[in-house]
């Protein structure tokens, strides 16, 4: 299907892919590089959009928006102290979550407005670009990124991140969508989904009261509520949130491989993760090449102000009405020696990676 694109305000954008089957559509809006829709059937044959947004352009603008779709970088997730050094010198950056940097600074790659360029009209694929100068949010180097999105015949959307700097830099980019495979019409909560980890995910980290990895890492047998693998595949995202009081949820980074290289795109395509909604029967497998995904239920999203939007029937959101699944490098990896190869871009370098989502309805 063609590629189509519509102006949805000044200078902003949004691009429709859709695959030949029509069984997948996505909406991707260039502030934020965001995708704003993801349509695909239930097992009922009905259409739903399972991600998170607004119905307009300024609602993303409102700090109300807890990243929505979102690219978010520099640097995706949190830094300890919102500080780094790279050659030697150290690098302050803005403190916008506790004690730490989170998701790129107070206008992150969230809050840029990207250059599009159709790649082809089959497969369905876009490729966005931003150059962010030197000094951006405080960190160095002129970075210039590009991610593509792709739609395809398999109702996969694919995500390929690839970035170069002219100064040694820090990097770590991830998209923040947030499922709902229920349509949130359905169910306005994502405690009912259930969750199957394969076995590609080895382990999660142990985290501070700050959400900082501890430089631990935590075996099922450390944490088996941490667990969605054998005994626990399957599990509701709220059988044991009992567990998880200081976090509102699953806020969590589990471990894939540790292979801290900058340019993982080489690597293997792993399938760690099958989501599935009951309601629906719409289901999510997530496969990455990078080491490590953020698993969070949204326990923080706002329970005032928010509501679906009109093709989700306008429902109210609030804690736990979407999950994401966010491939990336490890938190606080800059301040972490064993970790600190996989963020560090030279500038003679190129920081890649590959993320999958793929969307199918169990008609059972």
Known sequence: MPVSKITIAPGIEQYTLINKNKTLAVMVMT????????????????????????????????PVNPYFGALV????????????????????????????????????????????????????????????????????????????????????????????TDKDTIINLTNHSYFNLAGVELNPKVLDHRVTMTDEVKAVLECDENCLPTGKVLSWSEAPWMSFKNVNAGVAIGARLERLESTRGYDHPYVIHNDYK?????????????????????????????????????????DEGLEAKKDQKKVKLGPSSGFCLEASRNPDSPNKPDWRSAVLLQKDATYAAKSVYAFHARLD
Do not use: M
């Not at 965001?34 to 409102?62: C, M, N, Q």
């Not at 289901?283 to 706002?302: C, H, K, N, R, V």
């Open 31 to 62: 502030y934020g590089a965001t995708i704003t829709h993801i349509l695909t059937p239930d097992k009922t044959g009905t259409i739903r959009d399972v991600v998170l947004g607004f119905d307009d352009f300024e609602s993303y603008k409102k």
């Open 73 to 164: 970088g520099r640097y995706a997730n949190r830094i300890g102290q919102g500080k780094f050094t790279v050659d030697g010198k150290e690098y302050e950056l803005a403190i916008n979550n506790g004690p730490n940097a989170l998701h790129g600074g107070l206008e992150g790659f969230d809050k840029k407005n990207w250059s599009a360029t159709v790649v082809s009209d089959e497969p369905s694929s876009i490729r966005l670009e931003l150059v962010s100068p030197d000094g951006d949010q405080g960190y160095p180097g002129t970075l210039t990124t590009q991610v593509t999105y792709t739609v395809t015949d398999k109702d996969e959307l694919v995500l390929e991140y690839h970035a170069t």
């Open 262 to 302: 900058i340019d993982t795109s080489s690597l293997p395509l792993r399938h760690a993760v099958n989501v599935y909604s009951p309601e629906s029967g719409i289901e999510l497998d997530f496969s990455t090449t990078e080491p490590a995904f953020q698993f969070y239920t949204g326990g923080w999203i706002s």
